[in-house]
């Protein structure tokens, strides 16, 4: 280990006479972000999600999505985060340079006059409050944007158990329900010492038996109640996520973007104990027509199941 | 040096000496007896925390369940939580506050030495208690460290021993708390004022009025589960007409001041070790304490930003993303006068100043993370995905403890008068700075893909990042091995003999550098002047 440790790392890391070049590094970042969102957009454009991947996300970043609500979330999120990179780039960048520059090892003496300085401080108490704004507004914005959940053309009901989902259609297609459980498949290789491999099973963890289904172009409203414990719907896909709580109702709206018809999937997002982790959301994404296929056929097959429930 | 003999000769001899034996450490009344024993337990609590979280690791390392059934998985998060926060980080700043308070503001011991006797004691206990649920029907407690309702009264025989180890604790921290509030406001030296006592002890002292305020609030919530447990009561029971919200509510006013609690004091020794490893004073030093001063305001009015996906109201939703946001004010302000104290200084890099670099780096990565989840839209992606528990975890592990490993590297030779090896401190610096990174930033990746928190198996396409992420995991778990070794070998006078200033550079930054290594037994016996070149 050599004598002093910041020397050598230092050392290695930055060549002497290193210079940052502000307008290299923004390059570099700007041909990043185009690889992200080109990637993320093209997956979106292929619809259904690969069968690997249980969204659009490239596997380390948010995925864009297939709703205008989850692409403008992926949007202030990657606008965050690269003002979160240049404001790394510069406060890093400095303290990088006094760790190579303001060495004692190389003679550095200390400048014990400066202590204080009225106005950097100010300068520097105000330029990150400035930032915060530019930030603040388009994500106000979007609050808004998202709260608004009239005008919906669908309503369904959810309710979450330990550990299911129930899905009940009203309106056009009251009566219609039923609940979503995790695929058979997952639950026997889920088991501790299975000896299933998690890779032979498709959708390891994230199939469902009855997926919910939905129209593409129409305002789905989700209406989400709990019977036992404090669950969470989410489907990263349409940047959904809300709390169901027992004894009361919140909401939540989708907006597929036509085209995007397909399977999307998504886990309970609250620890809601012991098979929290196996408890996931797969929705069926359909064209308004074919849903309203889907939801007539339900219907037709209600008859009888209603007969049989009356005689149980 | 000075003071030191003085300090000596004006003293009683039958108290110079600690007595032998247990009764040195049942009836300590004295500030750095408590002080160590507060340590040392933080530093087994630590290992029990960090064993829990290796078994954690361990079941993530591949997908499908290996090692433990669900149940038991969800016992380990909740309890490494538990165990980490009021067993390892709480009291190992408490034990940090009774070794250096007294010698920071130059008094003898702590104002109220039996307090301090029994706010320690209660401690194994409360721990005891906590960790004996493993031994009863139903197991430990599986419903999270925020114990959110209906699901923690679903927790078996467990549930009261969780409760009454919860107001232990609360108990604990709260005496700690007014112990340090009254020695530092009472027992200061005369000429130090207010605005020139050093910054950890300036933090503490506002970290301490937070604990006063909040841990009675847990206090209180944990009691109404209790109630809602065993007496019919109905406050987080929709039936009952009371709603479950309430409870995240109450917690979370609790909870972000701890978050501050568990952050403030390392602040504070960030801001001791720079200066002295730069050779500077520590730059904005004024500034430094009001923006300590706001960010605890401020954490009394942000507890929403853990709710956002509850389905709060619009409004709420606005006022707390704009309060959080306002954090990244004063916490920014810290950075950067940190920056500029190492700015034109003469810097070297012995083992606290790395920890209080690491500190730098890492804790920023994890503001910058904070800040993105107050964003609300990006949020409802964010919230309850590990993308949450890579941000705490960074201001937690390389923030927090990260902070106390600078401390202790920094004052164990003034503790125990002798130094530890440089070389293996290094080590392990580098050790845990190189895996910490390793274990944490791979679950920014995976949060962003969709992976929940707190789950015990997922989804195969999680499965590289959670590999790279358990390997970092078992790393930095073994890395702190090294940690044990050396404070041990210290706490046996093992090493070469300390200067009373240990550090070159030390001198001007504080009374505790003027009374030899290790200090006598009663700190300061009669008020120090401060000697003209001690400044912040």
């Known amino acids: ?312 | 040096m000075a003071y030191a003999s003085t300090a000596h000769d004006a003293h009683d001899d039958h108290h110079d000496q600690p007595v032998k034996g247990f009764k040195r450490w049942l009836y300590a009344t004295n500030h750095k007896d408590i002080g160590t024993m507060y340590l040392v337990f933080a530093m087994i609590m630590f290992f029990v925390g960090g064993f829990m979280a290796m078994l954690i690791r361990a079941e993530l390392f591949k997908p499908g369940l290996q090692l433990m059934q669900p149940e038991f998985f969800n016992q380990m998060t909740t309890n490494h939580a538990l165990v980490m926060i009021f067993g390892a980080v709480m009291p190992a700043f408490v034990g940090l506050a009774n070794w250096m308070i007294p010698l920071q503001v130059g008094a003898p011991d702590m104002a109220l030495p039996r307090m301090n006797n029994l706010s320690f004691w209660i401690l194994p206990f409360a721990f005891t208690l906590l960790l004996g649920t493993f031994f009863v029907p139903g197991g430990m407690p599986a419903g999270g460290w925020t114990m959110y309702p209906p699901l923690i009264l679903q927790t078996g025989a467990a549930f009261p021993m969780l409760i009454f180890a919860v107001h232990l604790m609360g108990a604990s921290s709260i005496m700690g708390a007014i112990n340090v509030i009254v020695t530092i406001l009472n027992m200061r030296t005369p000429a130090m004022t207010l605005l020139k006592m050093p910054l950890f002890a300036w933090t503490w002292l506002i970290t301490a009025y937070l604990l006063i305020a909040v841990m009675p609030v847990l206090a209180g919530a944990v009691t109404m589960l209790l109630t809602d447990h065993f007496f019919g009561t109905s406050f987080f029971n929709a039936a009952g007409g009371g709603d479950p919200l309430m409870f995240e509510h109450i917690f979370w006013f609790f909870g972000h001041p701890e978050v501050y609690i568990m952050i403030l004091p390392a602040f504070g020794i960030i801001s001791e070790i720079l200066p002295t490893f730069s050779r500077k004073p520590l730059f904005g030093a004024t500034s430094m304490i009001y923006a300590v001063a706001s960010i605890a305001f401020l954490s009394f009015i942000v507890w929403g930003h853990h709710m956002f996906a509850d389905g709060m109201p619009m409004a709420a939703q606005l006022f707390f993303m704009m309060s959080t946001m306002l954090i990244a004010v004063p916490t920014g302000v810290k950075v950067f006068n940190w920056t500029a104290t190492m700015w034109r200084g003469s810097l070297s890099f012995e083992p606290p100043m790395l920890f209080a670099i690491g500190f730098l780096f890492m804790f920023s990565i994890g503001g910058f993370s904070g800040l993105m989840l107050a964003i609300v839209p990006a949020d409802f992606q964010y919230q309850n995905s590990y993308f949450v528990v890579a941000h705490f975890h960074y201001v937690l592990v390389p923030g927090a403890i990260f902070g106390i490993m600078a401390a202790v590297y920094y004052w164990l030779p003034k503790w125990t008068g002798v130094m530890y090896s440089m070389t293996l401190a290094k080590w392990h610096f580098w050790l845990s700075t190189v895996f910490v990174n390793v274990l944490f930033f791979p679950q920014h990746f995976l949060g962003l893909a969709g992976m929940p928190r707190r789950i015990p198996d997922y989804a195969v396409q999680f499965a590289d990042w959670n590999m790279v992420s358990s390997i970092g995991g078992f790393g930095f778990g073994l890395s702190q091995l090294l940690f044990a070794y050396l404070v041990i070998r210290c706490m046996r006078g093992e090493g070469k003999k300390a200067t009373a200033a240990v550090w070159d550079g030390a001198m001007q930054h504080g009374l505790e550098w003027t009374l030899p290594s290790p200090p006598p037994y009663h700190s300061f016996t009669t008020p120090p002047d401060l000697p003209h070149q001690v400044h912040l």
């Open chain 1, 1 to 312: 280990m050599p004598r002093d440790c910041g020397r050598w790392w230092v050392d290695r890391i930055l060549p002497k006479g290193f210079k940052i070049e502000m307008s290299m590094i923004s390059k570099w970042f700007s041909r990043l972000a185009l690889a992200q969102t080109a990637l993320a957009a093209a997956s979106a454009v292929a619809g259904t999600p690969s069968s690997l991947s249980p969204n659009t996300s490239n596997g380390y970043n948010l995925p864009l999505g297939v709703t205008e609500l989850s692409q403008d979330i992926y949007h202030i999120h990657m606008e965050v985060f690269w003002i979160c990179v240049a404001i790394a780039v510069v406060v890093f960048g400095a303290m990088i340079y006094s760790l190579v520059k303001f060495r004692k090892s190389q003679g550095a003496i200390p400048d014990t006059a400066m202590v204080h300085s009225t106005k950097v401080e100010i300068i520097w108490t105000i330029i990150p409050a400035l930032i915060l704004v530019v930030m603040a507004v388009p994500a106000a914005e979007l609050i808004l944007k998202m709260e608004d959940s009239r005008n919906s053309e669908v309503t369904i009901r959810v309710t979450a158990y330990q550990w299911k989902w129930q899905y009940q259609y009203t309106g056009a297609g009251e009566g219609v329900g039923y609940f979503s459980t995790l695929a058979r498949e997952s639950n026997f290789a889920r088991r501790l010492g299975s000896g299933i491999d998690p890779n032979s099973v498709a959708n390891y963890l994230l199939d469902v038996d009855h997926p919910l289904v939905i129209p593409s172009g129409k305002k789905v409203r989700l209406l989400l109640t709990s019977q036992d414990v404090i669950h969470a719907w989410w489907i990263p896909d349409f940047g959904a996520k809300r709390d169901a709580f027992p004894g009361f109702i919140s909401e939540l709206w989708i907006l597929v973007h036509p085209g995007s018809e397909g399977i999307y999937r998504g886990q309970c997002a609250a620890l809601c104990g012991r098979d929290h982790g196996f408890m996931p959301i797969v929705v069926d994404v359909r064209t308004p027509d074919g849903f309203d296929k889907w939801l007539a056929e339900q219907k037709a097959a209600l008859k009888p199941a209603q007969t049989a429930q009356v005689l149980n």
